[in-house]
């Protein structure tokens, strides 16, 4: 039996998994802020959800999957992706159908993907995502836009770009592909095997092809931007207008094409720019997906939201120097001299905990000089010093870490002093 983790996972530990409840609480905190509220959906959907939801021919579908088949001989799948399983749920509870709408969701939790693991690119990632269902309005674009940027921007990353592009309407989509087709078809035999069976498919998945990048024809393929309808372009322009408005940086870029079938309208990319950050610079991706409710059996409905791994946005923290300093996670620590002591340090420390104080002590029945260490260890801020001796008289030593001051307190009034002294540090 391996004992090993299985490539591409990791454990959070102690000490690591500060960073993770921050952001997360960051997060959430901002999303509350924008009215978004959380959903949770099940890590494992039918297999089918994603096939359809994310698109057949992309790479997730095709290569990526953790599929099984249970023990009824259903098809199921470990969650890619968080998209796909939050609209199925909003077309199966009948959200759409609710009177406050748009229905502005936001969901954490872990997502699975075959991939090729290397710094930034698990095979578990955990995703902070958004999504709001129910509005085509282009305000509602900028909305998801602030929110994302918010987010890096209050975690203090400065060295991103939001990169952004439509992909245009359906017939602004059609007329794009016909062009893509006649512009690859007469070469494709020069382009790698996945871009040829993406040729009549989904010719716009070759721009996006790592392997075909440099390929000359890449440079010179047709632009979306030269095939928006009037409703495309006038959309496309709104969203950048609320973006000015609001004094968001962002750079177009049109050969933004997102892995994701499900896209139209705005697409848009977060990237790192700093230095030391690595291979992979993509911190968040998203866009619009009308249609896709419809894909799932519900009533026309749009929607546009965005996911980011909370992986790289770390990576990103810690590249550019932005991780906080989590300091003191103990108020205080408990040292014991004799039995009698030690006995009565277990109903202190409970009092103490039920009066909201972080406290602990030894359990391993160490010398005095050895709890004082465990007590530095820590970094408390207070130790408190009972002895055999000063539980007979009615006191307790209590020393202010960060000081070095030293004062005895009546044991009856020590739970009292002690949450004066620690809600008064605050
Ligand atoms: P995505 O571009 O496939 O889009 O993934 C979004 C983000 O998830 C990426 O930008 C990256 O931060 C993170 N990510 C993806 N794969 C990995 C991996 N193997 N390891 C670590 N992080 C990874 C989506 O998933 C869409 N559902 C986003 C969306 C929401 N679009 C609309 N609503």
Redesign the pocket.
Known sequence: MSMQIPRGTQDLLPGEIEIWQYIEQKSKEICSRYNYKEIRTPIFEHTEVFARGVGETTD?VQKEMYTFTDRGERSLTLRP???AGVVRSFVGNKLYGEASQPTKLFYTGP?F?Y?RPQA????Q?V?F???ALGSADPAIDAEVLALVMSIYYELGLTDIKLVLNSLGDKESREAHRNALINHFKPSIGEFCSDCQNRLEKNPLRILDCKKDREHPLMQTAPSIHDYYTEESAAYFKEVKQHLDQMNLPYVVDPTLV???DYYNHTAF?VMAEGEGFGAIT??????R?NGLVQEFGGPETPG??????I??LIMALKAQGKVPDFGNQLDCFLVTLGDAAKAKSVELLYQLRQAGIRCDKDYLDKKMKAQFKAADRLNVRYTAILGDNELNENRINVKNMETGEQVEVALDTFITYMKEQVEGGK
């Open positions: 997730i992706e968080g998209t997502m993907r991939e930034g690119r698990m095979r990632f995703q995502g958004v999504e997102r892995g994701l990319e993509t911190l968040c991706g998203g866009g997906y546009i939201g965005f996911a980011f791994s992986e790289r």
